[in-house]
């Protein structure tokens, strides 16, 4: 993502503010991309509908769309100096409408707003976003209700140690994104990589095994994997993180030391039996988060909603 054409804004109908549509005009400014503010509808009482006549249906249907392409006229009325393109259309699952759409009209950025949890004063994270993070394979940017400030800070998390060759590819898009935006944004970068603590069960089998010791070869070693990868992308040392810790803890307890506004961070995108199983450790992150998180994918991703 080191330019930016074409934003694809998620509006969502079930709110007033529009948070993604707010960024996405804000980085349009910053980098000269064309919107197309993207609505998904779907009326269930459609499905009651079935004793009526082809024609009926399909004048039922058109009605909805047409009331909510005036709705959202009526939204992007409100931003006379942008031009913004809109596109409604009729799909009973958002997410497979979303990924159609960037898959076929090649989007460089889907951006969509989040949901704040009033009680928690945390973000809640929608099946679709969950969807979109999963199977999505441009970039999906997931924000809250908040302005990106001057001199802000942006997280980019890194597995610095991977030996992955996929993993290592990840590690230097998610730099190299996150710089790009830094550069929009007028902020600051920081990375951030987790090590894991000395394993328990390891000390109390093997007697002689010194935990502290084996502990400060991990840490040297994470240390130093990570500050190569920052200078590779020219980043000092000092904007570096390394802490012992699991992902899902250490990755928030920068972002919110540091007040980032937003984490940048890597998923495989795994689905099925083996997400179900195994887990992802990206997708823990995120949900622990509680500011803007942009979502990428490896290069060469493929989509399982691709079409053959």
């Not at 809250?144 to 590690?171: D, F, M, R």
């Not at 179900?276 to 991703?301: F, Q, R, W």
Request: proline share 5%.
């Amino acid at each position: 993502m080191n330019t930016l054409k074409r934003i694809l804004a998620v509006i969502d109908p079930t709110v007033d503010s529009q948070h993604g549509l707010s960024r996405s005009i804000d980085l349009a400014k910053k980098s000269g991309a064309v919107i197309t503010a993207f609505m998904s509808i779907y009326d269930f009482s459609y499905e009651m509908t079935t004793m009526l006549s082809g024609d009926e249906r399909e004048a039922m249907r058109n009605a909805v769309v047409k009331d909510r392409q005036a709705w959202l006229d009526e939204i992007l009325a409100q931003y006379p100096d942008i031009k913004i393109q809109s596109k409604v259309v009729w799909h009973n699952r958002s997410y497979e409408a979303i990924i159609d759409t960037v898959i076929s009209e090649q989007f460089d950025i889907v951006i969509k707003g989040t949901h704040k949890h009033d009680t928690l004063k945390s973000v809640i994270f929608t099946p679709t976003d969950w969807h979109l993070i999963r199977k999505c394979p441009a970039p999906v940017l997931l924000v809250k209700e908040h302005a990106w400030p001057e001199n802000g800070n942006i997280l980019a998390a890194v597995n610095a140690i991977s030996e992955n060759e996929q993993h290592l590819a990840l590690n230097n898009r998610i730099i190299k994104d996150a710089q790009f935006l830094c550069e929009l944004a007028n902020a600051k970068l920081s990375l951030v990589n987790a090590y894991p603590a000395t394993p328990v069960n390891i000390a109390i089998e093997i007697p002689e095994f010194n935990p502290s010791v084996y502990n400060e070869s991990v840490k040297k070693h994470h240390i130093e994997s990570t500050h190569a990868l920052a200078s590779k992308h020219n980043i000092s040392h000092q904007a570096c993180a390394i802490e012992e810790g699991l992902p899902e803890d250490v990755i928030p307890d920068v972002a919110a030391r540091l007040n980032s506004e937003l984490v940048v961070i890597g998923t495989v995108g795994r689905t099925g039996l083996s997400a179900a199983l195994v887990g992802n450790t990206a997708e823990h992150v995120i949900d622990s988060l509680d500011c803007d998180v942009l979502a990428l994918k490896p290069d060469g991703y493929v989509s399982p909603l691709t079409k053959n």
